[in-house]
């Protein structure tokens, strides 16, 4: 991609990424990984990986996902992805932004309550972002 991204499609980006991730916390609090692509088009797609192979740890599948999205951004078909990650240790949402110009994390630290004995409710509430360069595997 020659171009490369505006920080407006990526701005639409994110929160798309970020707010699937809060929901999926809040509903069942964890989640596999998400990815999310900018379409050539303009419109933001969630993308459902089914892969039957054998992965070993995290690191694995994300390797995988990011294999699965480079030919997708060499011949084109997305402008940007979003890589969301649950991280369970801090906890966070770990949002991988990558377009031809751009490629941050964005960490997201969050706490999450439960309430309700026999229907249990969860409410995540963000902490202070935080933000660091990295290495661009997809464009």
């Known amino acids: ?33 998400l990815v999310f692509e900018l379409r050539a088009n303009g419109l933001i797609q969630n993308v459902a990986v089914l ?47 990558q377009a031809a110009n751009y490629s941050r994390d964005v960490t997201a630290p969050f706490t999450l309550a439960t309430s309700g004995v026999f229907r249990r409710r969860r409410k995540l509430t963000l902490g202070e972002f935080t933000t660091r360069e990295a290495a661009n595997e997809l464009f």
Not at 4 to 32: S, W
Not at 55 to 63: P, W
Not at 70 to 97: G, H, K
């Open 51 to 97: 892969d039957t192979g054998a992965t070993e740890g995290a690191q694995k599948v994300i390797d995988r996902l990011v294999q699965v999205l480079r030919p997708r951004a060499a011949d084109q078909t997305i402008q940007a992805a979003a890589i969301v990650l649950f991280r369970s240790a801090e906890p966070a949402i770990e949002v991988r932004l």
């Open 1 to 33: 991609m020659v171009g490369g991204i505006d920080q407006t499609r990526l701005d639409a980006l994110f929160p798309a990424a970020l707010e699937a991730a809060i929901a999926r916390i809040e509903k069942d609090g964890t989640f596999f990984p």
